[in-house]
């Protein structure tokens, strides 16, 4: 054995039972090591062979538990956490308009982002979540907050027509958010993204706008799509054709199109997705809570299209865990495919981790532990007997969900998450901030 002279140094070597690395092979390693230096994975192997071959600043042994590549929430709205439980069993439409909408014009200022998203973070980063997608208000704000935490964000800026608390008109959300791109077009933390929330709420022109633009700057496009059948009735009442066709017919369809929804599709809708190579976000959480319908995640897999995993915002959720909203969406695959081996555990995992990372058009850094990747791992430690005996990680961490909880966790090998408390939050100052907000909240309902 080489004694320490001769190993190479390492920043962080972390040794787990099982190591789940997604690519280039979506197995189950058992007595795995992975070792991290300047925040980039060096070396995946076995345990023993990596322990003679590094020598590692930092060592973490985990006796119990599962290491995968850290979540990815590819879609979100991080401050309506604190809307949580305000608008309950009700339809989309009313739960926009007689609900959300009116509660946001009271409440929505930048002081409500900061800890609304605050609150969301800490718990995404708690339940094993290293970046995810937002598309809300004030997202310079919501930049700052996930910097801090040193959680890594895709800020899909909203793009709106008329005005809202964070813009005058689209024009002004085209200014704002393109100085966004401009100030973190550096910063491997900061994803920006063109987030037209839908296309009934953003006009033709300033499509086309947007369209023009994300080719030009190489932005991706963040879209609420085929969210239920109203919407899409309107579609054709409006148009004559569904939002899908109306948007393929412009040209919008494309790989750096990233449609979240996606319920209703019809198989020629199917084919235009797949074909165009526009990433689909699965929300199931959502689509079940506000009975929007299903996305026929098979159907699309089948297809070729790659896809994602969002929770949605917790106001129609009600939490942002990654891993209990891809237990469901591999239950909900099996009850619409009308087959079992639909929605199967190793893709839905990857649907979790590689497929958000290619959405966001970063799957050559994040989602899978492989040697030149951003070290963004978690670690899912058992906490009960529904884990026992643990016969085949993949079915136990999936549908085991709630019984695991992220005991540690790693944003470019930095630890954010560390024998289970936020190593970056003042959690104390957190529940202080979000019950000033809750009062306010209260006041509003
Ligand atoms: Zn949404």
């Known amino acids: 054995m080489p ?6 140094a390492c920043d962080l070597l972390i040794e787990a039972p099982w190591v789940l690395p997604v690519a280039p092979e979506n197995v189950a390693l058992a007595d795995h090591a992975v070792a991290v230096s300047e925040g980039i994975i060096v070396a995946i192997g076995p345990s023993q062979a990596l322990k003679q071959q590094f020598a590692a600043e930092e060592h973490v042994v985990v006796t119990d538990g599962i290491l995968t590549p850290g979540l990815i929430n590819a879609h979100t709205h991080a401050a309506m956490s604190l809307l949580r439980g305000c608008g309950e069993d009700l339809p989309l ?20 982002v900061r800890t609304g998203t605050a609150l969301g973070v800490a718990e995404m980063l708690a339940s094993g979540t290293t970046t995810f997608s937002d598309m809300y208000f004030f997202p310079e704000v919501c930049a700052e907050v996930a910097r801090n935490a040193g959680m890594r964000v895709q ?13 005058e008109s689209i024009d002004d959300c085209f200014s704002k958010g393109l100085e966004l791109h401009d100030r973190y077009r550096d910063d491997p933390q900061v994803i920006v993204a063109f987030g037209p929330h839908a296309p009934y709420t953003v006009n033709r022109k300033a499509l086309e706008k947007i369209q023009m633009l994300s080719e030009e700057i190489n932005l991706g496009i963040h879209i609420h799509l085929h969210e239920n059948a109203a919407e899409v009735a309107e579609a054709r009442s409006l148009n ?7 948007l393929a017919d412009m040209g919008f369809l494309s790989p750096q199109l990233q449609a979240v929804h996606m319920t209703q599709l019809t198989e020629r809708e199917i ?3 797949a074909t165009n190579g526009v990433h689909v976000i699965h929300c199931p959480h959502s689509n079940l809570k506000l009975a929007s319908g299903l996305c026929p995640t098979t159907a699309l897999r089948e297809a070729g299209v790659n896809l994602a995993i969002g929770t949605d915002g917790a106001a129609c959720n009600n939490t942002l865990d990654v891993l209990q909203e891809a237990r469901t969406a591999s239950l909900l695959a099996k009850h619409d ?8 555990v190793r893709d ?12 966001i058009g970063m799957e050559t850094s994040l989602g899978s532990i492989e040697p030149g990747k951003r070290a963004d791992l978690a670690v899912f430690e058992p906490t009960g007997f529904a884990t026992l005996p643990l016969l085949d990680p993949f079915a136990s961490l ?3 969900a709630p019984s695991y909880r992220a005991s540690h966790v790693w944003v470019d090998g930095r630890a954010v998450v560390r024998s289970g408390a936020l190593t970056n939050i003042d959690t104390q100052a957190l529940r202080r901030d979000v019950e000033q907000q809750a009062e306010r909240v209260r006041a509003a309902l």
């Open 93 to 112: 439409q009313s739960w926009l308009n007689e609900r959300i909408w009116p509660l946001e014009g009271k409440l929505v200022d930048s002081e409500f």
């Open 398 to 400: 999936l549908h085991g």
């Open 155 to 167: 800020l899909a800026f909203p793009l709106f027509d008329g005005a809202n608390a964070w813009s």
């Open 337 to 344: 495919a009308g087959r079992a081996d639909a929605g199967c």
């Open 3 to 8: 004694d320490t002279a001769e190993k190479q």
């Open 240 to 246: 004559g054709v569904s939002w899908v066709e109306y």
């Open 348 to 359: 839905t995992l990857e649907m979790a981790t590689l497929g958000g990372a290619r959405a």
């Open 271 to 273: 084919e235009l997705t």
